[in-house]
């Protein structure tokens, strides 16, 4: 490296953190809030239980649970109290133990309380159907709230996107330069903290209307026409069709950023002096590539277990409910193999698709590190990478493979409905299995892509990989279209 200056765009991560590991040290006086144990276990092991069938991902459980209590309560108690409201709302969080006892002053329920005063008065503003998302939207800020850490996020995302832009140029698309900026936000920030909707329409909603956070009803009312319309503009941006696409273009460069975070949050008061070190910064990001590698497993094998234990509890629903009255009902006898290969041949699905999971190797590593350095040092960009995210144009050859895998598709559940029929399966039956295999491949394959969200190098995939990936995106198609019913 020519220069050990520091870039301009990692200079303010760094003081974001000192700044914050200033504040997490003040002491503040005032009365806490408190809540018995009488119920801390029965309600944390309940949301352990919803952490495995929901699948929702580890990072989201405490927004997620923050946005279906507030629902619940709303619907409980109505609108008449919100302060009462959130006094519960916080009592249920530390008893779930998504945030600390005795730990926050009093005066954070009426801050919760001004929240969501806040979003549900927006929520006059619009049509009906308004209410659930800006409910999701105000969870963001309530848990910005309680944990203020989780702004590191934003920081990051922000900084990366002014490095992405000094690096990269996004050409074409038929994309206003409002709306590219809009769509590089949500996919930066979706790569960097793997935010769902919620999140990034709070991130770009605190960037489009200034002073959001801490803006009271008042003010809402009196900037109405600016924020309606920054909300109209953001949910429209997420739903962008070219958001899937600039993601995974993202992604890869933005992985790197991962290892720079925990880098920085492991001594923030010693990382700028360690930058100032190159061979030790060099040495420091390796051991931890090393240490989040070996987490992957780790990962992989929680997954198979959510998986497994997602078959059995809804297998026991499936079973109660729909297939033994069905079979006592209409043949009048049980018929045990299908009961139990409905779970079985699941598992073992699960457990095919782990085994395509690969570690990264070193040369992933090395160019963590590049894309590290890149970012944190000072240097002249010579040439812009460029790219467009339009394909060409599908000709023959498209409609051509579409024709093919048209065939599979049929092809291939046809097929298993003739041996499943052989087995002793009937209609019912070979309806549940098709819906329970399609789940859990979903479920396996999005564990498979979590752990792989340190690669910026291509793996090269196996041929018995290939084969799996190819024989089973039938069901995954099927799994994507049952979740999102």
Known sequence: MESSLLASEVKPVLEYY?????????????????????????????ERIRYTIDYKKENLLRRNAIERIVKRLLWEKGEGNLLSLSETLVKELIWAKYIKNDYYPVGKVAEISAIIV?????????????????VGVASCEIEESLDPSIVSYDVFSMAIESWFKKNFEWAGDGLDEVEKENQLAIAIHRSLFRSDEPKGAYFLLRRMVKGWNGMEKEDVA??????????????????????????RYVQKEVAAFQILKNLIEQNPGAAQSLMGNPDEFTKEIYEICEARYDEIRQRVNLGIVRSIIYIFI?????????????????????????????????????????????????????KIAE?????????????????????????????????????????????????????????????????FLSLILLFAYRVKFAASELNVTTIKESLASHLMSNLTLPFLDLGVWLADK
């Not at 997490?24 to 018995?36: E, P």
């Not at 806040?118 to 800006?134: A, P, Q, V």
């Not at 409910?321 to 699941?346: C, D, G, H, N, R």
């Not at 046809?414 to 039956?429: H, M, N, P």
Request: no cysteine; proline share 2%; charged share 25%.
């Open 222 to 247: 009196k900037r109405g026409e600016e924020i309606i319309k920054a909300l109209v503009r953001i949910r429209s941006s997420l739903k962008n069709s070219f958001q899937s696409k600039l993601y």
């Open 314 to 366: 809804t297998k026991i629903i499936f079973a109660i409910a729909i297939e033994i009255p069905y079979e006592l009902y209409f043949l009048k006898q049980l018929s045990w193999l299908p009961l139990a290969s409905t779970v079985m041949i699941p598992v073992l699905f699960v457990f095919l698709v782990a085994l395509t999971i690969r570690r990264p190797g070193n040369d992933n590593t090395v």
């Open 371 to 435: 894309t590290i350095f890149d970012f944190v040092y000072e240097h002249k960009v010579t040439q812009k990478v460029s790219f467009s995210l339009t394909g060409k144009k599908r000709g023959l050859s498209y409609q051509v493979f579409s024709a093919i895998y048209g065939i599979v598709f049929v092809a291939v559940f046809s097929l298993i409905a003739y041996v499943l029929t052989k087995a002793g399966y009937d209609i019912i039956g070979i309806g549940i299995f098709f819906i």
């Open 18 to 46: 000192q700044d914050l590991e200033k504040r997490l040290k003040r002491k503040d006086g005032r009365g806490k809030i408190k809540v018995g144990d009488t119920f801390s276990s029965v309600a944390s092991f309940y």
């Open 118 to 134: 806040k979003y549900l008065f927006l929520s006059t503003r619009f049509e009906k159907g308004w209410k659930d998302w800006l």
